[in-house]
């Protein structure tokens, strides 16, 4: 408990952060400039189609204007995953409705991810692959969406930790986790873009940051175990991780199993929810009546 007093100051910074992500001017200055990356996009594609970019810039611009769509999305879902980030210092239940909605927001990029693949002006004459594609990522998202609302009204709050300093250390202890993880996708993001510019490469941000997260999601169930020893706390925090990993993993399965996989996730996780909610600690002790 010394030990991670000691790095309160740490803790200090990720509430700075915290509160300037929250702040309500960030949110709509960073909408305003997602919406001017778009524009921008479908501008530089347009150049590089006409052939006035330079051989460096052409080489990294594509030249299928729906790819401005992609890029846009992609930011979209870099905010949710910072957003994800931040909620791990919160509730766990808090962290995991978190995790429902950046899935959501995944299959519904891979939906407009799917639009790349289709030729200018549009048409179909290849086959309706690509529409499949987008009509099974939609219905996989719109299950998700319909999962997290039935998740939102059957979590309830387990208040395993009574003492007060030890809720306090164990909240600095996820926010230390937290400020390493954003600095951790600030350097991921730093060196994957300066490859890009380079050559242009994808190097699969998001699956690398989900892998971190993974040993994350790992360190935290460690962590909650020193703070809540308790079976039904042990049990409802590790199978929560359980949902997180499949979730994660899925990412790297290819169609349809990233979508089937995702949704196993999900109804897993309300699953638990109501299990956890239903046969809560106190009906676990129950005692047997006397004969």
Known sequence: AAVIEKFEPLTHVYDAIHHFWQHPRTRRGL????????????????????????????????????????????????????????????????????????????LLRDAFKELSHLPEPVNLTAGIGPVIHIASAGTGALCIFICLGFYYQWRTHQNYITDPDERMRYVMSKKLISLGLIALFVGIALRDLAVFSRTGADMAFFETIYTVLIFAD???????????????????????????????????????????????AALFVLALTWATSYFGPARLRKPLPRS
Do not use: C
């Open 218 to 264: 790992i360190a935290l169930v460690l962590i909650s175990q020193r703070f809540m020893p308790s079976f039904h706390a042990v049990f409802r925090n590790s199978g929560f991780v359980i949902g997180t990993l499949i979730m994660r993993l899925s990412l790297s399965a290819p169609w349809p199993w990233d979508i089937a996989a995702s949704l196993f």
């Open 31 to 106: 909408a305003a400039g997602i919406f001017f990356v778009y524009l921008a996009g479908l501008f530089g594609i347009e150049a590089n189609r006409q052939g006035w970019l330079p051989p460096w810039m052409a080489q990294i611009t594509p030249l299928n204007h729906f790819q401005a769509i992609h890029l846009a999305f992609t930011l979209i879902l870099g905010m949710e995953v910072i957003e994800l980030i931040l909620t791990i210092a919160g509730s766990l239940s808090k962290s995991l409705g978190k995790q429902f909605e950046v899935m959501a927001l995944i």
